[in-house]
């Protein structure tokens, strides 16, 4: 059951492994442990998805993958779930984030002006950038391993529900021949 709702969001590996902007891969690509839809390969995608998302970096679906290569997950889910971070959830999760790393490293809050400059990046975010990558490392670990447990739980729930039901299939076709 998981496996097969699964397949129908993600693609084929063949699509990925076909696509000519990651032919510079190479070989990488070609591991069938990216591409496998099992209870380890989805919920490690689940954790390396959800912790990436949480980094307050650019290149956040290039990490998801350099992660999924290096620990052999699901690289189509790992990608797929950084998106938690668009830009409608980022200014939410991140000012979560920072306020998280504030509180655990005990500053004070600092009254800052958001503005996309060079100048603002250059003096301001000094300012800011402990506590977030502190309260974003944290967070997404913590969210991370929530995935993981969450996954691994739905594989085995979907795994025991298509036990008994096939152990039902079975009964009943017994009864009926009898």
């Not at 032919?23 to 099992?38: I, K, T, V």
């Not at 380890?40 to 290569?69: D, H, K, R, T």
């Not at 974003?136 to 929530?146: A, D, K, Q, Y």
Request: aromatic share 14%; charged share 15%; net charge positive.
């Amino acid at each position: 059951m998981a496996r097969k709702l699964l397949r129908r969001f993600i693609p084929s590996a063949h699509a990925i492994k076909s696509n000519p902007a990651l032919h510079f891969l190479g070989d990488l690509l070609h591991n069938p442990n990216l591409f496998h839809l099992n209870r380890y390969s989805v919920s490690m995608a689940f954790f390396v998805g959800i912790f990436i998302a949480f980094i307050p970096l650019p290149g956040q679906m290039a990490m998801a993958a350099l992660l999924a290569l290096l620990f052999r997950c699901n690289l189509p889910i790992s990608v797929a779930l950084v998106w938690i971070s668009n830009p409608l959830t980022m200014p939410a999760m991140f000012f979560a984030t920072y306020q998280l790393g504030r509180w655990l490293l005990g500053l004070p809050p600092v009254s800052v002006s958001l503005e996309l400059s060079w100048h603002w990046l250059m003096h301001e975010f000094n300012l800011i950038w402990r506590p977030l990558l502190v309260g974003s490392i944290l967070s997404g670990l913590v969210f991370g391993v929530i995935g993981y447990v969450v996954m691994q739980l739905f594989w085995r729930w979907t795994v025991v529900r298509s036990w008994h039901q096939r152990k039902e299939r079975r009964a009943s076709r017994r009864s009926r021949e009898v």
